[in-house]
């Protein structure tokens, strides 16, 4: 089980991206071998973006849900890193949006990836640190499209800082005991 908070951020984007963002999430995380592991995710995300003349501040928020393969790169470490790719849907909700005729809510799909690392706090109490990038399959989730798009994407990039709690491990590994550790 993990829980944390993130950092959401429109990379490409028709309006320009502000820092006013925020989020959260809690995640259910089973990991089948020492490198190997399936994660859902659910996040809500607050982003906000400015357009026009006078300026008027667009806000997207955004219930999330994620569904990633993870693989860690050096399981057998304190600070283990890892690598994922997913997708899920993003149900976005918008406000002051720039281009009038859109839907204020809708339903997209997003792929994602990224990397992080997972620090051993305890045996089975990590902290998790993560860097991802999600591309949403439309241009409408930041609330405007440019003139003349087709088949564009918006995008955004997240930070995340959380724990995650093993409730349960399976049977020791003999991979990791086999491994003596990183040397110089």
Not at 19 to 46: A, C, K, M, P
Not at 99 to 109: K, Q, S
């Amino acid at each position: 089980l993990g829980v944390g908070l993130t950092y959401p951020r429109f990379v490409n984007v028709n309006i320009k991206a502000i820092n006013n963002n925020f989020g959260g999430f809690l995640s259910l995380q089973r990991n089948f071998t020492e490198h190997v592991g399936l994660r859902l995710t659910g996040s809500y995300l607050h982003l906000e973006g400015e357009w026009g003349t006078p300026v008027v501040t667009s806000e997207t928020n955004v219930l999330m849900g994620n569904l990633d393969a993870l693989y860690y790169l050096v399981p057998c470490e304190s600070v283990s890193p890892y690598l994922f790719l997913g997708g899920g849907l993003d149900y976005r909700m918008l406000t002051n949006k720039a281009t009038p005729y859109l839907d204020d809510n809708a339903l997209v799909a997003q792929i994602n990836g990224g990397v992080g690392l997972e620090w051993e706090l305890t045996s089975s109490l990590k902290l998790i640190s993560e860097a991802s990038y999600h591309l949403v399959t439309n241009s409408e989730f930041d609330g405007a499209l440019g003139i003349g798009e087709i088949n564009a994407k918006d995008s955004y990039m997240t930070v995340k800082l959380g724990v995650l709690y093993y409730f349960s491990k399976g049977e020791p590994s003999k991979l990791c005991q086999l491994y003596s550790g990183l040397s110089a």
